[in-house]
């Protein structure tokens, strides 16, 4: 059973910040690393970080120091803190189960949550 529940996007001016936060179901959460995805109008979708059960986190490039991703264990909580807003972080940001294949990640649910809007004006 798959529950994932994305909250905190909404409407900011570059150089805001936002924390995103993603419920997930304990019986997924405890034994998967957990990665935020984000999709752009007319983009695909994009992986933007990940954190290991471990705690062991990466980031695409164009977020590397300005994004940090945590996970709560108590709460099955994963959580997106966003700083120094770009116009072009603007998206969907959805969070999902993640398995790196020794080569890429892959996200392990085809079920998608609602997702949670971020909108960064200049």
């Known amino acids: 059973q798959v529950h994932l529940v994305e909250s905190g996007g909404g409407l900011v001016q570059a150089g805001g910040s936002l924390r995103l936060s993603c419920a997930a179901s304990?019986?997924?959460?405890?034994?998967?690393?957990m990665g935020w995805y984000r999709q752009a109008p007319g983009k695909q979708r994009e992986l933007v970080a990940t954190?290991?059960?471990?705690?062991?986190?990466t980031y695409v490039d164009s977020v590397k120091g300005r994004f940090t991703i945590s996970r709560d264990n108590a709460k099955s909580t994963v959580y997106l803190q966003m700083n120094s807003l770009k116009p072009e972080d603007t998206a969907v940001y959805y969070c999902?189960?993640?398995?790196?294949?020794?080569?890429?990640?892959?996200?392990?649910?085809?079920?998608w949550g609602q997702g949670t809007q971020v909108t960064v004006s200049s």
């Open positions: 999902n189960a993640v398995k790196w294949s020794g080569v890429k990640w892959y996200n392990q649910y085809n079920y």
């Open positions: 304990a019986s997924v959460f405890s034994i998967n690393a």
């Open positions: 954190i290991t059960t471990g705690g062991k986190t």
